[in-house]
């Protein structure tokens, strides 16, 4: 056969045409029959195929249940034909109230739960249309939707429905096609009927006024929407955007001093059992130490129960801390992407879909009034003969009774339709009494009177719309937000305050001592070591002590480099005390050859002076220091020659600053005259001919400036007046009182 080159059903096509070709019409298909819904009535063909199969099958809901697997068999037979698990996994999502807000399926049986379990077989649940369904197919025997062929041409299936309840953005909806997606959220019913008045009211109302109704998404699982309102409102208006949705949480007493936090509500589509086990493997990984405990105290409602460490911990610190480390927060995507009227997928802002939704209503609406008008003039003209057989009602029977074609001669002598002549020679002779002559006058004059608004109505749009106001009024009535189901479930909270959460949260504090040798050897200690006594401080040998100090595991270290860049380190992240520990080298981007002058613990809202070997300076935040990486942040740049020397802590009390030259010359001055710099070489204070900057201490000038004196004794003496040696920032100063240290240091 292939050897045939005539043989028509060979083909000679470039494969890589002929494979484009088959996946456009395979990327058209699961664009436009499989993944993205109607905007008109928000449904899916396999969500659509079911409602549609379980209608023919009388399961309304005031009707009994019936199988799924027999739901299943027909959808799958008749209009899908695709596999039974698909159509059963979306009949299944259509009845559960954790996963659609306004569920289109009344399931008995076992249909799954919050926690991720799966739901029975097909054969052991039981299912029937909900009330919100019903609403939704309202109308289908009214010629007012189109229906078309299903795959096999033996029957029909139809291509929307009617709509009256507003599916889309009240159930919303997801799915993933060849190269687009769609995410849409849940919505309130009521606030959706209030926004779709207002729209059609007012064709150009901004994003703003609809906003007014529609606060934002109404998950099923409740929780809270902290967005920011801007954001909400920009995702509304351009159809794309995400919404931060976090647990709903609250703080319950347990007793003698104690508390614990209970989780009510979780995000959507988060599974309890899963968001169990990560908050647990947190506690168990101890990325959380002020978490003691979680416990699952569930039943039909979800109560998680969070203890804490001690009572001493912050709730706020704590749900903060698991925001960020578990699902407790998660984002819910905003992309409008359905396919409006003419089938072509596009990305909605919520007044575009509103206004298709109430687009495809008016039409409804009136090919609804228009089948019902239909049905008035065919019942009218009967009964228009049946009014002129009563009005000679003898002559009627005469011709009944005696003619050979009683139609025929109905039709001349009376003037009436062959419909009308069939009509009055199949009424019965008990309809020939008075009483039904009278019955018929009336229903003729009721059914007039409606013909004539009904076609008042399709005269008149305006009386088209009023229609359409009265038919949104009702449904915020029927699901207002007094009902159970109306009720609004999700809270639309302020958007919280981006706060840093401390160390302590997610480290446990111990103490250390923290050790670095001259050669650049930095080790943690566990516990605060005596440093007076020597025996801990073991160095390699030709190494000896430069920097040890107490701190905590909780504490961030920082470490200042001659050139002016300083480093960050964790104190929890340092080598243990076993061995020399490492390189501090190894851990920050810091050369072999530039000196470190100071290592020290990270103060918040402290304040330091800077000070370089020529005399310049100026006073710096203690958060301006930290760098975030390991390259550190240049916060003193020392002209060429020179080095930062010094770091002085400033006490709040501090109000001038003694500085002292190699020359032996002191110089004291208002602290308030250095200024206060994030960056930079600062300004000059001292000047010398010969060497740079001896030392600096900041003081308070009511308490005297005070030296060490040296010796065994430890003693101190304070000059209380130092009139002679204030001068202005930047002098030369004076030589130092009497007994002041040789080596020119304050200390």
Not at 204 to 228: N, W
């Amino acid at each position: 056969m292939l050897d045939a080159p005539d043989d028509p059903r060979i083909l000679d096509t470039p494969f890589a045409e002929a494979l484009s070709d088959r996946y456009l019409v395979y990327a058209l298909s699961t664009i436009t029959a499989r993944s993205l819904p109607d905007v008109r009535d928000g449904l899916k063909p396999v969500h659509r195929r079911i409602l549609w199969g379980m209608r023919l099958l009388r399961l309304d809901p005031a009707t009994g249940y019936k199988k799924c697997a027999r739901i299943v068999g027909d959808v799958m037979g008749k209009y899908h034909p695709h596999g039974d698990a698909s159509i059963y996994d979306a009949l299944v999502r259509l009845s559960q109230s954790f996963a659609l807000r306004y569920p289109l399926v009344d399931g008995q049986g076992n249909f799954g739960n919050v926690d991720g379990d799966n739901a029975a077989a097909m054969r052991y649940t039981e299912a029937r249309l909900t009330a919100a369904a019903a609403e939704l197919m309202d109308g289908l025997d009214e010629a007012c939707v189109p229906f078309r062929p299903t795959y096999n041409d033996e029957e029909e299936e139809p291509e929307v429905f009617p709509a009256a309840f507003p599916n889309l953005l009240a159930n919303g909806a997801t799915g993933i096609a060849v190269g687009m997606a769609t995410s849409i959220p849940p919505h309130n019913v009521a606030e959706l009927a209030g926004a779709a008045t207002a729209l059609l009211d007012d064709p150009a109302v901004s994003v703003d006024t609809l906003m007014q109704h529609v606060k934002g998404p109404d998950f099923p699982t409740g929780g809270v929407v902290v967005e920011p309102a801007a954001a909400i409102a920009a995702a509304y208006a351009s159809g794309r955007g995400s919404f931060r949705l976090r647990a709903r949480w609250a703080v319950e007493p347990a007793g003698n001093g104690t508390w614990v936090i209970v989780v009510s509500e979780i995000p959507y589509q988060v599974q309890k059992g899963k968001l169990i086990e990560d908050i647990a493997a947190v506690i168990n990984d101890k990325k959380l130490p002020i978490l003691a405990d979680i416990r699952d105290e569930s039943d039909a409602a979800i109560r998680l129960v969070l203890e804490p460490r001690s009572r001493n911990v912050d709730a706020a610190v704590l749900m903060e801390s698991l925001f960020r480390l578990s699902d407790l927060e998660t984002r819910f995507p905003l992309n409008l992407n359905v396919l409006d009227a003419d089938h072509v997928p596009r990305v909605m802002s919520l007044a575009e879909a509103l206004q298709a939704y109430l687009d495809h209503q008016l039409d409804v609406i009136a090919k609804r009034t228009q089948f019902r008008l239909g049905r008035i003039d065919d019942r009218l003209e009967l009964l228009d003969g049946y009014l002129k057989a009563y009005l000679s009602i003898d002559e009627v029977i005469r011709i009944i009774r005696e003619e050979d074609d009683p139609k025929a001669e109905l039709i001349r002598r009376f003037d009436l339709s062959e419909r009308q002549a069939e009509a009055i020679l199949n009424l019965r002779l008990r309809a020939l009494r008075r009483l039904e002559e009278i019955e018929i006058r009336k229903e003729h004059k009721v059914l007039t009177a409606e013909a004539r608004t009904l076609r008042q109505l399709l005269a008149d749009p305006g009386k088209l719309r009023g229609r359409l106001r009265d038919d949104l009024a009702r449904l915020a009535v029927r699901y207002g937000p007094d009902t159970a189901l109306g009720k609004r479930r999700t809270e639309i909270g302020t958007a919280p305050t981006v706060t840093a959460i401390p160390l302590e949260a997610m480290i446990d504090r111990e103490p250390l001592t923290i050790i670095l040798s001259a050669k650049g050897w930095v080790r943690a200690l566990k516990g605060h070591a005596d440093l007076a006594a020597g025996e801990a401080l073991r160095f390699k040998e030709g190494d000896g002590p430069a920097f040890a100090f107490h701190a905590q595991t909780t504490d961030r270290i920082v470490v200042a480099a001659a050139n002016g860049r300083f480093y960050t380190l964790a104190a929890d992240r340092l080598p243990g005390g076993r061995g020399f520990g490492e390189p501090i080298r190894l851990m920050i981007d810091l050369d072999g050859a530039t000196p470190i002058v100071a290592v020290f613990v990270h103060a918040a809202d402290s304040r330091l002076l800077l000070a370089a070997g020529d005399g310049r300076g100026f006073v710096v935040a203690g958060d301006d220091l930290l760098a975030e990486t390991r390259k550190g942040r240049q916060v003193m740049t020392p002209r060429a020659g020179a080095a930062l020397k010094l770091i002085r802590p400033l006490k709040p009390d501090n109000d001038h600053l003694a500085v002292i030259g190699d020359n032996r010359k002191l110089l004291i001055f208002p602290l308030a005259d250095v200024p206060v710099m994030a960056r930079g070489q600062g300004v000059a204070l001292q000047k010398y001919r010969d060497g740079g900057l001896a030392d600096a201490l900041p003081f308070r000038r009511a308490d005297g400036l005070s030296w060490a004196m040296g010796g065994s004794a430890g003693r101190v003496r304070t000059e209380s007046d130092l009139g002679p040696w204030v001068g202005p920032r930047g002098g030369s100063g004076r030589l130092p009182p009497q007994g002041f240290p040789r080596d020119n240091r304050f200390s």
